[in-house]
């Protein structure tokens, strides 16, 4: 009798507790939400997210702060969000180490698939592959064919260990059969300084930091990273199509939210968030840096990252690559 009581109790319980919890998420949300951006204020991700943040600041209600956490190639801000509490109001742009740093470090202070609970993919970057004027070639074939004539006599610049732009150099190498010499520095800004000045020949740099400078014809661009032309350079091929067909690499950032977070609040905001993408002033202000909106499921983006983890950690380890 008594357990049968204690039992009724504790189902009368839950479902108070879940009765509360549904009107709670029905008036999410109610205060402000932080938008941890794990890199420095400037840059696409930050662009990203401001651009976004101020749509959704709109649409809800209720402001949505940036909160840039540089550092560590992005592990600090993400770790903040993993330790954040699961109520809706912390979330997290990743930059697309996130899907490589699992292959760099031997332990991470979170856990990249099951700490994060994915809402929505919200812009990729492509980079464009860039040369200094003097490397006798005029399309990617052209510089597959230097390279091969001249082998660990070109150089290319990576903007830092395991960023999209060290991986696009590798993948180059293995999918022409080349050898280049990888040079690192410490962001793209000096990689491409040196690469005007002559000191390294190639560069997968993002768009708009190499724009003005192709314009001028300071660097000489060959193809861009995606499977499709870009619209603010659709002159420029992409490398698939000059030279090395199923050639892919583009940055990307993704919203996500603490694991545990309830499902009714990450649909809104995926819902919100679509919203947004969807907008032709977004989808105008994107479009001018070179990015391309995302948009999609929270279980796109959750097959998206693991298809991301699995591609690059073959080529980190093929590669050799180890984290700094």
Known sequence: ????????????????????????????????????????AGGGTDFTARTIGQKLTESLGQTVIIDNRSGAAGNIGVEIAAKSSPDGYTLVMPIT???????LYAKLPFDTVKDFAPIVLASSAPLVLVINPSVPAKSVSELIAVAKAKPGQLNYANSGNGTTAHLAGELLKKMAG????????KGGGPAVIDLIAGRVQIYFSTIPAALAHVQAGKLRGLAVTTTKR???????????????????????FGIFAPAATPRPVIAKLNK????????????????????IPGGGTPEE??????????RWGALIKEAGIQGS
């Open 178 to 185: 080349v050898s280049l010499i990888s040079i690192p520095y």
């Open 1 to 40: 009798m008594y357990r049968n009581s204690l039992v009724a109790s504790v189902l009368v319980l839950n479902l108070a507790f879940s009765s509360h919890s549904a009107i709670a998420q029905s008036g999410y949300p109610s205060r402000p939400i932080r938008l941890i951006v794990p890199s420095a």
């Open 272 to 291: 919100e968030i679509n919203d947004v993408l969807r907008s032709p002033e977004t989808q105008q202000r994107f479009a001018s840096q070179g990015l």
């Open 301 to 310: 983006l959750g097959r998206f990252l693991r298809a991301e983890l699995a």
């Open 97 to 103: 180490s996130f899907s490589i740093n699992p292959h």
């Open 230 to 252: 870009v619209n603010l350079i659709p002159d420029i091929p992409t490398v698939a199509e000059s030279g090395l067909p199923g050639f892919e690499v583009v940055g990307w």
